[in-house]
Every structure is written in structure tokens, then in C-alpha cells.
């Protein structure tokens, strides 16, 4: 029950923090995303419009250094010009590299065009010549002016200084939408937590009314059985786990007022039992008592005794006979001895019941047949109570046959482990009136019963670790089966094997 409420509670908490959760993930994702791609831009932006200003410079230089050389041409100047030549060679690479807008490559193109132009315009190989000789410096700096090819160049940073500020800008404004968004997102995370806490706690105090109005209708129904118990609406938590303890304690006290009814009904059962076995005893010694004292007051009359033949002491037999056999039933259903098992053969046990058998059944003009199957039948079992079990068995089913009829005794190992022993007759079979109630104590349909064979076999087929079972057969008769564990092999005979 707390894995249900836990899960109950706490799953669409669970649910909502991580929809929140991946939300922030999401969103802190894509402003990286943003920002690293407006990073990228700006520094392609800035390297451009480097690029752009070095060129210019390094332009300049060329125009100065060339002017001085025209002027006095000299070696070192030389040396000067053709590493300014060199440095806006890298210049101007770097302006092709970083140009990648359509109209940027335009411009890098018309510089490289104008550069090439100017070059060719200054001819530096003249001025390298070692005979070079010095010129007017106003007429050559007129003839060779510069402000066409630089035209282009400040266009190009330009336009480059531009767009890196229009990135600038946007990656502000992206970082000012992304707080916005992040502070959208914890205010809805704090009101979806505020949210779900009023749903919660609104289902958990329904769950408590709905508790307090369970407990009040324990308390309705323990008013009616065991007296009145006052249980009030709770204020809080706490004053409803107050109730379910008084409640708890009502009932502790129910269970022990229910538990003592139970021994004194038990105890009443057990007087009842006592009763009725008294006067079962009381009718079954007193038919034979009643015979011995006729017989025995016939012998000692003091006019015309009667006197005591032999077929009369062999009566007198009979009679005690059935009255030890009344009391040994009595003894046996009273205290059953602890079972001396062994691992036997079954086969023995029963050829030894149907020979006890054997006399009552040709007296009343009964066969008595055995089946086994022709391995052994071994059985963990104690010999003298299963050998009674199966006599009881046996002279119940010639009891109940009628002369000419048939006894029999099957027996065969079941697949699930368990040996199986039906004890069949040809019998009337069960009457329906005492069906459900055969192996009750007392209960016979003999004249001359006890109602005490039946159950106490049973109880020695459950001391066993069996079961004792009987049912009417399809053909006429009853047939009662006898389901006992099959023993293990000992290892002697599994050597063998």
C-alpha cells in the first residue's frame, strides 16, 4: 500500500520536474548552440576587417616607402619596399580567406584587380635597378596616387565592422531571450511545484477524509457488535493516527473477547464430544452387558438354572470380545502412538490384510482378490498401523457386501510420486444421507458400530503424509483409495540398480 500511495503522489511530481528539467536542458542547449555560432561568425567578422585595416596599412607604407625610394633610391630602401610587397601579399590573402559574403568576395576580387593594376603602374623593377636614377618626387607621387585602391578596401572593413556589430547586438539580444526564457521556466517550474503540491496535498486530504469516513463506519460496526466508541472528525494527521490507535485497541480487545467466546465454544464442543461419546460407549458395552447378564442369570437362577454350554461360553466370548473391541476403537480414536516408519514394500502389508481378511470373508461367502504390480511398492510407513488401516478397510467392505459378492484390493504407482491402494467392493456403495459426513467421528450406518474405524484411519493415512478418500463406484460398490508417498531407493539398492 505505501509503494502504491508513494507512487501514487509522487509520479506526476517526478514527472513534472523532468519535463521541467529537459526544458532547461533544451533551452541551455540551444542558447549554446546560438551563441557558439554567433562567436563563430564574430571572430570570421573581426579576422575580416583585420585583414581589411592591415591591408590598408601596409598599402600606405608601400606608397610611402615607394615615394622615398623614387626619390633616393638606395639598397636598404629597396629592402624596405620589397618587404612591404611582401606583407601585402599576406594582406591580401588573408582578405580572400576571410571573405566568404558574395558581396565581400567581390570586393576582395576588385582589390586583388586594382593591387595588380597599381603594381604594374609603380614598375618597381625600374626603381630595383641598381642604375636606377632619382626622380621628382611631387610629379611621380602625382602619376602614381593611391586612392582608388583604397576605395575598395574601406568598403570591405566596412562592411565587415558592420556585420560584427550586428553580431554583437544579436548575440545580446539572443542572451537577453534566453534569460527571459530560463526565468519563464523557473517561474512556471515554481508555480507547476506550487501547483502540484495543492493537487497533492488536496489528494491526500481526501484520501484522510476518505479514511476518517472508513474509520467511522469500523466505529458504526463496533458500536453495533461490542458497544459504543466514539470516534470524532479529525483535525489533522495526526489526530487521525489517535483514532486508528484507539480503533486498533478496540479491536485488540474484540479479538481477545472473540478468542476467549472461541475457547469456550471449543470447550463446549469438546463436553458436547464427551457426551456424545459417553453415550456412545454407554450403547455399545451395554448390548454385549445386557447379553452376558441374561445368559449368566439363566446359570445361577436358583429354580431350573439354565446351564452353561458350550456354545453359550462360546457367546459369552463373543460378547467380551466386542466389548474390547469397542474400547480398543475407543483408545485408538482417543491417542494414536507415533508411527515407527521404515522404508518397507507395500506389497507384504496388504497380502497380510487380505489373509486377516480372509476367514470373515468365507464365513459370509465373500472372494477377496489382490492386485499389485510385480515391482516393489515402497513406502516410508509404520507395519502394525497401516496393517490396521487396511484390515478396517477390508472387513468394512465384506461388512457391507452381500454373500457371493466380491472384494478387492488394486494397488499401482500414480506418476506424480504417490502409491496408490483401492479397497473395492460390490457392495450397495455409500447412502447420500452420510456421504459428506463418512469419516466424522461416530457416525456408522452398522447396528453395531462405533463410528471410530474410519476416522482414525484417516488420520493414520494424514500421519503418513497421505490421504484417505471414498467414493461409489460407477459399476456398483464403493471404493476407497489410499494415496501414500512413494519412499527414495536406498542407497544400497541403488547400488544395486
Not at 484520501?207 to 474509520?215: F, N, T
Not at 459369552?316 to 473391541?325: D, K, M, N, P
Not at 482417543?334 to 480372509?358: H, K, N, S, W
Amino acid at each position: 500500500m505505501k509503494h502504491i500511495l508513494f507512487g501514487r503522489y509522487s509520479v506526476p511530481l517526478v514527472a513534472l520536474g523532468g519535463l521541467v528539467a529537459a526544458a532547461c536542458l533544451g533551452s541551455t542547449w540551444y542558447i549554446n548552440r546560438l551563441q557558439a555560432d554567433l562567436a563563430q561568425t564574430v571572430r570570421q567578422d573581426a579576422a575580416g576587417t583585420e585583414a581589411a585595416v592591415e591591408l590598408q596599412v601596409q598599402l600606405r607604407h608601400l606608397r610611402v616607402h615607394s615615394l622615398v625610394l623614387a626619390a633616393a633610391p638606395s639598397p636598404a630602401r629597396r629592402e624596405v619596399v620589397a618587404a612591404d610587397l611582401e606583407r601585402i601579399d599576406r594582406a591580401l590573402a588573408a582578405v580572400e580567406a576571410t571573405a566568404t559574403d558574395p558581396e565581400d568576395v567581390r570586393l576582395a576580387g576588385l582589390i586583388a584587380e586594382d593591387y595588380a593594376r597599381y603594381r604594374r603602374d609603380l614598375d618597381l623593377d625600374a626603381l630595383f635597378s641598381p642604375g636606377a636614377k632619382p626622380q621628382d618626387a611631387a610629379g611621380w607621387s602625382d602619376a602614381h596616387h593611391m586612392s582608388a585602391l583604397l576605395v575598395p578596401c574601406r568598403a570591405l572593413a566596412d562592411r565587415q565592422r558592420e556585420r560584427m556589430n550586428e553580431g554583437l547586438e544579436s548575440s545580446q539580444k539572443q542572451t537577453a531571450w534566453a534569460g527571459r526564457i530560463l526565468l519563464a521556466l523557473g517561474l512556471g517550474g515554481v508555480l507547476a511545484g506550487v501547483l502540484s503540491g495543492y493537487a497533492t496535498a488536496r489528494a491526500v486530504n481526501q484520501r484522510v477524509a476518505q479514511l476518517s469516513v472508513r474509520v467511522q463506519a469500523v466505529q458504526a460496526h463496533l458500536d453495533q457488535e461490542v458497544g459504543a466508541m466514539t470516534v470524532a472528525p479529525p483535525g489533522h494527521f495526526g489526530d487521525l493516527d489517535a483514532q486508528l490507535d484507539r480503533v486498533v485497541g478496540r479491536v485488540k480487545e474484540v479479538c481477545q473477547k472473540v478468542q476467549e467466546q472461541e475457547r469456550d465454544l471449543l470447550r463446549a464442543e469438546q463436553l458436547a464430544a464427551v457426551g456424545q461419546l459417553a453415550a456412545g460407549v454407554a450403547h455399545e458395552v451395554r448390548n454385549p452387558l445386557t447379553g452376558i447378564k441374561l445368559l449368566l442369570q439363566a446359570a445361577v437362577r436358583p429354580a431350573g438354572p439354565t446351564p452353561l454350554t458350550a456354545d453359550r461360553l462360546h457367546m459369552l466370548l463373543q460378547e467380551v470380545a466386542r466389548i474390547e473391541r469397542t474400547v480398543q476403537s475407543l483408545l485408538d480414536f482417543a491417542r494414536t502412538a507415533p508411527p515407527d516408519r521404515r522404508t518397507r514394500d507395500l506389497r507384504p502389508v496388504i497380502e497380510a490384510a487380505a489373509g486377516l481378511a480372509q476367514g470373515r470373508a468365507e464365513a459370509k461367502s465373500v472372494a477377496v482378490c489382490t492386485e499389485s504390480p510385480p515391482g516393489a511398492l515402497r513406502v516410508s510407513a509404520d507395519h502394525d498401523q497401516l496393517l490396521s488401516l487396511l484390515t478396517n478397510l477390508l472387513a468394512n467392505a465384506i461388512e457391507a457386501t452381500p454373500p457371493g459378492g466380491q472384494v478387492g484390493v488394486t494397488t499401482g504407482a500414480d506418476p506424480n510420486g504417490m502409491i496408490r491402494v483401492e479397497v473395492w467392493d460390490t457392495g450397495p456403495g455409500i447412502a447420500p444421507d452420510v456421504a459428506g459426513r463418512l469419516f466424522d467421528p461416530f457416525v456408522t450406518t452398522k447396528p453395531t458400530g462405533t463410528g471410530l474405524g474410519l476416522n482414525v484411519a484417516r488420520r493414520v493415512a494424514r500421519d503418513h503424509g497421505g490421504t484417505l478418500t471414498a467414493a461409489n463406484r460407477s459399476n456398483g460398490g464403493t471404493c476407497f483409495t489410499l494415496l501414500l508417498p512413494a519412499a527414495e531407493p536406498s542407497h544400497a539398492e541403488a547400488l544395486d540398480r
